[in-house]
């Protein structure tokens, strides 16, 4: 029969290929091979023709290529190359690399390209990532799948264009793109490694696997436990595709001993025998793939090419197409498809999970009868039914006799044992049920059997109501109330269907404890820092690393791993491909064996490194020394490290600075002085250079018209800026706030006009929370604060509108005003040229100074915080919360704050001393006396009775 | 001089996965894979454990700081999902809050500026982002961003609270109207900035550069400039430095620090903001510095004395 057909096809050697890859693409007219050095493009329409080549520069092998499925696309091809993919162009006969996807930090494995968006390409690699690309950014990948697991195949679905399968090992995973974090089922498909993965062609829910263990099996994922049919092999199957006719399949064998490279093309209704064998390639099959067809072709053409190094074309006629679906109409059997699909949409929702090959089956003796030539019709559909069924279940075996109208079925579950005879009437399935009747040696209490027994007449009878088979549903039932019988019984770890079950677990949640750290859940947790560096304080850098005598177990060249999934590897004792190549057995100490742990069997972090036992350096001096007894350090040392001396801000100038408002030279010249003492000469100049432009023969004369003001000279105001902008770009905010204090300072506004109108800034706050007061205003330091600005904030002369900012909320308020006087306008624009100090810039000027005053604060020096925060023009944040009204002692008049609004006096009178209290105070909230807080605190210290003599107690009174 | 003053042993039993010093320089907290958080007063050279806080029951990734005006407080994070904030009551330390609203590792905790309040922001390997806020009546209100990174959120930090834009266009004695504002890093390889609008966390911006895992990210303090600065490291071996003169930060452009050989887990920013710390996979500890023209160059082995970071990690190593 093979040779029939075999002799149809093309043969064309690539003597120098060295071809991994091949792909044609979907107009059917080319085929590119993907050598080490070249690219050959093959007219597949001639294809003995010298092929065209497109260079590349790679000591990879081409892993996989793969031209676009889109006819828009069509002269677009994807290659990987190691842990990279490279998109080609082949336009017009010449081709050339487009651009490159990088991301993956391992080998890929496969690549596909979406059968739905033309951009859309999925790559896996063993890094355990998937990605999704969109040739439109080729930066990064659209989404990432973590798998956790590195993977073998990918492959979209043909009917949905969401979903995605990959395989792992002997898994398969179907993935949502849209649901990246993780993969929507779970199939545990085969024992051994996966080879070929692929999707039906017309149904979103069936794929294939091919694999290691010598089978081909077929799935729906909708019922990922089983699969619904097995297609034994002697030998590993290394590809199994559907063919783009209905009901075929090709399988590639992992060639054995003897050397078989025939492709083999099988009907998927009848896995016995093949329908086909394509015989002629001399070496193992590397890739094949359907050449698409002109429209109105009948013929089908498989591409193949071969580690022989020939490019095979065979021609598949409708005669063989029509092999693959048995004696059947074409016609007839797309029809059934169709419906087998519907009904297990269908029954996928029935609790019994009926595999639809009843139905299908229905058909088949309906359109069919006569087939099999012995028998009567009805003997002949239950012999049908029979040899449809699809029972691989494990512990379950099925006898079928169908000449005697019966079956046995045995189960073994646990201790249990299950016999069950059934009988089918003549007249089954229509309108007529299947007896059922335990034999010995059932094991189950008679209980458990009248329960089943009632389970399986009354799905019996629901299915022939139909007139619809039911020995499969039938079965099935019995299956899970044994299950689920058993489940209750034996707990869950011990009960043997979990062992046939093994991807239920591994989806539990977690539990809280933590022995699966290390466990491929933590694929999305990063690989833990064991070094690190870190600023604090002002001056400090605190760093840890591991200790020295902790190598990493992988070689330096590898790079740390990223997740900590990583660890799993070293907790089981697993060497990773990877360490098996790079370093020798002997030097892999995993730490989990050393003797301080070994009693503990949880993995750490410390299990990626091992331990030195001998440092090389002391080996000499210390030998004899019991190493092995010694406890052995994981965690290094913390140090902390002065490193202030690399700041551009000093805590020694912090100390030495001053700021005196009464005399500016002399601040000057002494800050100069204490820059000096530090070694920093530039600020030493910088200080003589501010007490030249703050000199008193600088100072700008209050008429406009007698001379131009030093703060429009080069060496004014613009120098300064220069000066400012120079230690902007050092980040030496301590040299910024003090230059911007100085010249704020050199210039006070004349009224003390406080255009913020404080009231607030001194609060009245209860005996005790003098300590916590600072909380309400949002700085430790409220103390210091709250006097200062009461005094100094005026610098902001409001008598002038600034000319320069919009929304300077000045404009609010003056905005308005009325320039009667041209002279008062040039006195005020004169006003703002007088000073060095931009004023546009002032806001920017007080962030300097609180920056700094932030850092004073650091360092302790809060008496030099608050002297720089003087000169800051905007208000403090407002007081939040409870504010206490105060009577005037003087007048009696209602007033907030410190100060009188009426007679202009400070309010409140301390009970003790009886001077009007200027800072801090406290008082009681029940009878209102109250004083200077350190004069309530000596006092409160000894009584509890108020210091005024109004026999309040206070302590007790207050709820303080 | 840049000079070691002090070397602290902390006895853990594990290897250490953070150290963090107080406000002020006096404390040390070190949290270690022996799921153990320690504290030591480190002042005056000295090392005298003051607390060793049990509670977590998976290694300790992270711990910090708060600001002192709330008292000593300290938060760390776990592997075991949960955050734990720590406060100091007359002399011992006890739990102040457990957090257990992640449903993985959770990798980052960072204390936002104190302008804002005790509020605190947790990365997780969920993907989420959580913010914790003690609120007035000493509850912690939760508000939590969803899938900010998909596979997982490794680093947050806040940006130093500032004016939004320039700095005008403050209306007089009013509070000034700061904007929370922090940066995150994750699995999906992007930075984001997020913005508190409303009360509602949006994000702000999606900065794009790195090919792995970022694995850590640092806003730089303010110095009152206008520049925003971050820095972002990554498994892919690079340092990145993004910054912003726009004043409604919008624009971000990338700078490439360095490109290291192993994974770069941390960077962290001297107080003035113009030295950045970078430590790896490959257990050293570099510092990096802009120089007026803009360039960053490494100054931890440069002469003058300040070569002192490899310098002392080799001396370390001796002693032991």
């Known amino acids: ?960 | 001089m840049v000079s070691v003053i002090n070397t602290v042993d902390t006895s853990h039993e594990d290897m250490i996965h953070d150290a963090q010093m107080d406000y002020y320089g006096t404390r040390l907290a070190t949290c270690s894979s022996d799921r153990t958080v320690k504290i030591f007063d480190v002042r005056n050279g000295g090392q005298i454990l003051v607390a060793d806080l049990r509670g977590h029951e998976g290694p300790v990734w992270q711990v910090a700081w708060a600001h002192p005006m709330f008292g000593n407080i300290l938060a760390s994070c776990s592997y075991d999902r949960k955050v734990i904030i720590w406060k100091e009551e007359n002399g011992a330390w006890d739990k102040m809050y457990e957090y257990t609203g992640h449903e993985s590792s959770v990798n980052s905790v960072c204390w936002g500026p104190y302008e804002f309040g005790l509020i605190l922001a947790c990365g997780s390997s969920d993907g989420a982002i959580s913010l914790l806020t003690l609120t007035g009546d000493q509850q912690w209100d939760v508000k939590k961003i969803s899938n900010a990174h998909t596979i997982g959120c490794n680093a947050v930090s806040w940006a130093p609270a500032v004016v939004p834009g320039s700095l005008i266009d403050q209306p007089s004695g009013q509070k000034p109207n700061y904007v929370k504002r922090f940066v995150s890093g994750g699995c999906d390889n992007l930075v984001k900035l997020w913005k508190e609008e409303d009360g509602q966390w949006k994000e702000d911006q999606k900065l794009e550069a790195h090919s792995d895992w970022v694995r850590d990210v640092g806003w730089a303090p303010s110095i009152g400039l206008p520049t925003s600065t971050i820095a972002s490291c990554s498994q892919d071996g690079r340092v990145f430095i993004w910054t912003c003169d726009d004043p409604a930060g919008n624009t971000w452009t990338a700078k490439l620090l360095h490109k290291f050989n192993d994974v770069v887990w941390h960077v962290s920013w001297s107080i003035t903001g113009n030295i950045l710390a970078v430590s790896g996979g490959d257990n050293k500890v570099t510092l990096w510095k802009e120089s007026m023209d803009g360039q960053w160059a490494c100054i931890s082995d440069v002469s003058k004395g300040q070569g002192a970071v490899s310098a002392i990690t080799d001396s370390q190593q001796n002693e032991q």
């Open chain 1, 1 to 960: 029969m093979a040779a029939r057909w075999s002799s149809e096809n093309v043969v064309v050697e690539f003597r120098d290929a060295q071809a991994t890859a091949m792909s044609v693409d979907c107009l059917g007219s080319h085929a590119v091979l993907s050598g080490r050095r070249f690219l050959y493009m093959v007219n597949l329409e001639a294809p003995s023709e010298a092929p065209r080549k497109i260079g590349r520069h790679s000591k990879w092998d081409v892993g996989t290529v793969q031209w676009n499925p889109h006819r828009s696309e069509a002269h677009v091809f994807a290659a990987s190359s190691n842990q990279r993919v490279d998109l080609y162009f082949w336009r017009d006969g010449c081709g050339e690399a487009h651009t490159s996807l990088q991301g993956h930090t391992r080998v890929i494995s496969d690549l596909d390209w979406s059968w739905f968006d033309p951009e859309l390409l999925v790559t896996s690699s063993v890094d355990t990532y998937i990605y999704i690309w969109d040739t439109r950014d080729t930066r990064k990948p659209t989404v990432a799948l973590s798998a956790v697991a590195g993977a073998a195949q990918v492959k979209w679905n043909r009917r949905n264009q969401h979903l995605l399968a990959s395989s792992h090992d002997g898994d398969v995973r179907i993935w949502d793109k849209r649901k990246p974090n993780t993969a929507v089922e779970y199939v545990a498909a085969h024992l051994s490694k996966i080879h070929g993965l692929d999707w039906h062609p017309d149904n979103e829910f069936i794929f294939a696997t091919s694999s290691q263990d010598n089978s081909v099996r077929f799935w729906d994922y909708r019922q990922p436990r089983k699969y619904l049919n097995i297609l034994s092999c002697q030998v590993p199957v290394w590809k199994a595709r559907y063919t783009p006719f209905s009901n075929g399949l090709v399988t590639v064998m992992v060639p054995q001993l003897r050397r078989e490279n025939s492709l083999l093309l099988w009907s998927t209704l009848d896995l016995n025998s093949p329908v086909h064998a394509f015989v002629g390639h001399d070496d193992v099959v590397l890739e094949f793939q359907w050449r698409p067809q002109k429209q109105g072709s009948k013929d089908s053409q498989l591409v193949t090419w071969s580690r022989d190094q020939t490019l095979r074309i065979w021609r598949v006629d409708p005669q063989l197409q029509k092999l693959c679906v048995s004696d059947m109409v074409e016609e007839l059997l797309e029809g059934m498809t169709l419906t087998v699909e519907s009904e297990k949409s269908l029954t996928s929702q029935e609790p019994e999970g009926q595999q639809g090959v009843g139905p299908a089956a229905d058909i088949l003796q309906d359109k069919d009868a006569g087939r099999l030539d012995s028998g009567s019709g009805l003997a002949q559909t239950l012999q049908q039914e029979f040899s449809l069924v699809n029972l691989q279940i494990r512990n379950v075996n099925v006898e079928m006799d169908a000449m005697n109208r019966s079956c046995v079925v045995s189960a073994h579950f646990g201790s249990h044992q299950v016999h069950l005879v059934v009988k089918f009437p003549v007249q089954y399935p229509n309108n007529a049920a299947p007896s059922f009747q335990f034999v010995s040696p059932t094991t189950i209490p008679s209980a458990m059997k009248i329960k089943i027994q009632k389970i399986l007449t009354d799905t019996s009878l629901q299915k022939v109501k139909r007139n619809q088979n039911c020995l499969e549903p039938c079965v099935r039932q019995l299956v899970s109330c044994l299950e689920s019988d058993m489940t209750q019984e034996d707990s869950p770890a011990s009960g043997p269907f979990v062992l046939s079950n093994p991807v239920t677990p591994s989806l539990q949640a977690f539990s809280r404890v933590t022995s699966t750290y290390g466990s491929y859940q933590d694929a999305n947790i990063p690989f833990p820092r064991t070094s690190g560096a870190r600023f604090c304080g002002t001056g400090c850098l605190v760093y840890f690393t591991r200790p020295i005598t902790m190598h990493r177990s992988v070689p330096p060249t590898e790079p740390t791993p990223r997740s900590l999934s990583a660890l799993s590897a070293y907790h089981s004792g697993v060497l990773t491909p990877m360490k098996m190549r790079s370093e020798s057995q002997s030097t892999l100490r995993l730490y989990s064996g050393s003797p301080t742990r070994s009693d503990k069997e949880t993995v750490s972090i410390s299990s990626f490194y091992y331990k030195e036992r001998k440092s090389r350096r002391f080996k000499t001096k210390r030998e004899g020394v019991d190493y092995s007894s010694r406890p052995i350090k994981l965690a290094g040392k913390v140090i902390i490290q002065q490193i202030s001396c690399l700041l551009p801000v000093h805590k020694t100038l912090g100390e030495s600075y001053i700021l005196n408002m009464n005399d500016i030279q002399e601040t000057c010249q002494k800050n100069a002085a204490a820059a000096l003492t530090v070694g920093r000469r530039d600020l030493a100049k910088v200080w003589a250079l501010a007490s030249a432009a703050t000199s008193q023969d600088l100072s700008p004369d209050s008429d406009p018209d007698t001379e131009t003001p030093w703060a429009r000279h080069p060496f004014g105001r613009h120098l300064l800026e220069m000066l400012l902008d120079h230690y902007s770009q050092m980040s030496d905010v301590q040299t910024l706030a003090m230059l911007c204090s100085v010249f704020q300072a050199q210039a006070p506004s004349p009224d003390g006009y406080s255009l913020y109108g404080h009231h607030s800034s001194r609060l009245h706050s209860r005996y005790p929370s003098y300590t916590s007061s600072s909380v309400n205003s949002g700085s430790c330091s409220s103390t210091s604060d709250s006097i200062t600005v009461s005094t100094w904030n005026t610098v902001r002369d409001p008598e002038h509108p600034n000319p320069w900012g919009e929304s300077s909320p000045d404009d609010y308020r003056y905005g308005n005003h009325g320039y009667t006087d041209p002279r008062e306008r040039e006195q005020e624009l004169h006003d703002m040229n007088k000073r060095l100090l931009d004023p546009a810039n002032t806001l920017q000027f007080d962030d300097f100074k609180k920056c700094y005053g932030e850092i004073l604060y650091r360092w302790g020096l809060r008496d030099k915080r608050a002297n720089v925060l003087k000169f800051t023009s905007s208000p403090p944040e407002p007081h939040k919360g409870i504010e206490f009204g105060v009577y005037c002692c003087h007048c009696r008049s209602q007033a907030r704050g410190t100060q009188c609004a009426v007679c202009k006096r400070l309010t409140f009178q301390c009970a003790i001393c009886h001077v009007a209290v200027r800072g801090l105070s406290n008082f009681c909230l029940s009878c209102g006396h109250g004083g200077h807080t350190s004069h309530m605190m000596d006092w409160f210290r000894r009584q509890d009775e108020c210091p005024a003599g109004c026999g309040c107690h206070c302590l007790l009174q207050s709820t303080f």
